[in-house]
């Protein structure tokens, strides 16, 4: 009977005992991913407050919160007994500016990083809240037709209307309108041999053909 009620007492004490923040403290972090972007500095400040015991450290919550930096896309945590907590991460892989302050991953998720100093060389996309998605794949296409005579977009603008215009990295721009814009680029690269040296500005709304000029 004594050594049962000693056992139930040991059983109390320990369970009682991992609950505490301080019982088997971590005292490493392992951590794996290819990092451009993504800082030690970053990670410590993510996970550092929340660095408790073993047993009492909360995986969920410290992967929400290193998911929650701008240039993780995805975040897996779990313990490592007896003493390390291991930390996977996948950074986002930017394709584009959006607007002025923010990231376009290649999933078309916006992103806003700190400083965008190292991605200076991407094009730009604006257009109205909800059409992140449609410029994601805009950006694609027009990449892909126009990489045919050795152009690349440099900003791809779509307004209020979802009329889009394409600046190319030459300065020519491209006005393509609502509809039909693979068509459309095709169409200017058909006649680019023609006139692309000659004008700086050509309207793709027509039927068929272009209107070109130097405004």
């Not at 991992?18 to 971590?26: K, L, S, V, Y």
């Not at 313990?79 to 291991?86: G, Q, V």
């Not at 991953?105 to 990083?113: A, L, N, Q, Y």
């Not at 977009?153 to 394409?166: A, L």
Request: aromatic share 8%.
């Amino acid at each position: 009977m004594s050594l049962l009620l000693g056992i139930g007492l040991l059983v109390a004490w320990l369970m009682r005992a991992i609950r505490e923040p301080d019982f088997m403290p971590i005292s490493k972090v392992h951590v794996q991913g290819t990092f451009v972007h993504v800082s030690g500095d970053m990670l410590h400040h993510a996970v550092g407050p929340l660095a408790r015991g073993f047993f009492a450290i909360d995986v969920a919550e410290i992967q929400e919160r290193v998911e929650a930096l701008p240039w993780v896309r995805q975040a897996s945590v779990r313990r490592m007994w007896p003493d390390t907590l291991s930390v996977s991460i996948i950074e986002q892989d930017a394709i584009a500016r959006w607007g002025q302050k923010s990231l376009m991953s290649r999933e078309g998720k916006i992103f806003t990083p700190s400083e965008l100093n190292r991605t200076t060389g991407l094009p730009m996309l604006n257009g109205p809240p909800g059409t992140e998605q449609i410029m994601n794949l805009d950006l694609a296409k027009a990449a892909e037709i126009v990489n045919g005579i050795g152009l690349k977009p440099e900003v791809v603008f779509m307004d209020e209307r979802h009329s889009v215009q394409v600046t190319l990295d030459n300065n020519i721009k491209l006005v393509v309108g609502k509809d039909d814009l693979e068509g459309r680029l095709q169409r200017f690269v058909k006649g680019y041999k023609y006139l692309g040296k000659t004008y700086q500005y050509f309207d793709l709304r027509y039927t068929n053909g272009i209107a070109a000029g130097n405004k």
